[in-house]
């Protein structure tokens, strides 16, 4: 808990409000959230008085994760209602922050292949001494060309949306979603990017650092990272060159 801590403090103002609403929802969907993070990242974030007014006034009166979790549980009795809820509260907040803080793929003047090898190359450097992080940014990167793509074609979505979610409407718009074929071969190949989208976002959520863990997670070892990095930097490279192809024609 001491390293999850530590790594917590390493957050932007706008990657901090996210991680708490990560792990708000996770609780409220039956997972966990250390009680020492919780009390952290509240305090940080109400003292922050540039940001203060916008946090959900609710997160004044629950000190404690389990203050948060009997106030959740007596207002939503089922995970799709906690979560949307808890998307709503924090989009203002979220929305405010994206606009002041630059992430590494915005700070760049133009989204290209040469950029995502960069970013490729920063996971690579991660596997062996930092799989978790590695795994982590491997997941972010394919979110990263996600997002590129939805934003260049002006479709709105939720920025807490899992890597599913976003996936799907990026298939959509590129042809890629194998309802849209009719031939097997087709399907099947295309069935098979769908879950390795699906695959990194649950692996992430697995092994990754981005979550709290207990004493029972399993450490992901070295094949888990290169694993994660490969499919990811394959798949990003992937998705951005068939973007770019579909503009040109």
């Known amino acids: 808990m001491e390293d999850e801590l ?4 390493s957050l932007s103002d706008f990657e901090l409000a996210q ?14 959230f250390d009680n020492d993070a919780y009390i952290k990242i509240r305090k940080a974030l109400i ?11 609710w997160i004044n009166s629950n000190r404690t994760i389990d203050q948060f979790w009997a106030f ?38 133009v989204f290209d292949e040469a950029h995502i090898h960069i970013l490729w190359g920063k996971a690579i450097e991660r596997k062996e001494s930092d799989p978790e992080g590695a795994i982590t940014s491997a997941r972010t990167l394919i979110e990263s060309v996600l997002k590129h793509i939805l934003d260049d074609q ?3 979505y939720n ?6 979610i976003l ?9 890629l979603a194998p309802e849209q074929h009719n031939e097997g071969i087709f399907k099947q190949i295309l069935g098979g990017v769908t879950s390795v989208v699906t695959g990194l976002g649950a692996l992430r959520n697995k092994l990754g650092d981005a979550h709290g863990k207990s004493k029972t997670n399993v450490k992901p070892s070295l094949r888990h ?10 798949m990003a490279m992937f998705l951005f060159r068939t973007y770019t192809e579909k503009k040109i024609l």
Not at 19 to 32: N, V
Not at 47 to 55: A, C, D, F, G, R
Not at 80 to 104: A, D, Q, Y
Not at 159 to 164: A, K, R
């Open 167 to 175: 996936y799907k409407e990026v298939a959509k718009i590129l042809n």
């Open 47 to 57: 003292e922050n008085k540039s940001i203060s007014h916008l946090l959900p006034k």
């Open 72 to 109: 959740i549980k007596a207002r939503f009795s089922t995970y799709l209602e906690r979560r949307e809820f808890l998307w709503k509260e924090f989009e203002e907040l979220l929305t405010h922050l994206e606009k002041i803080t630059k992430s590494p793929l915005t700070e760049l003047l």
């Open 225 to 234: 990272s290169v694993l994660a990095v490969n499919l990811a930097g394959s």
């Open 154 to 156: 002006f479709i709105a």
């Open 6 to 9: 530590v790594h917590i403090d």
């Open 159 to 164: 920025d807490g949306s899992d890597l599913p």
């Open 19 to 32: 991680y708490f609403q990560d792990h708000l929802i996770m609780r409220a969907t039956g997972d966990s």
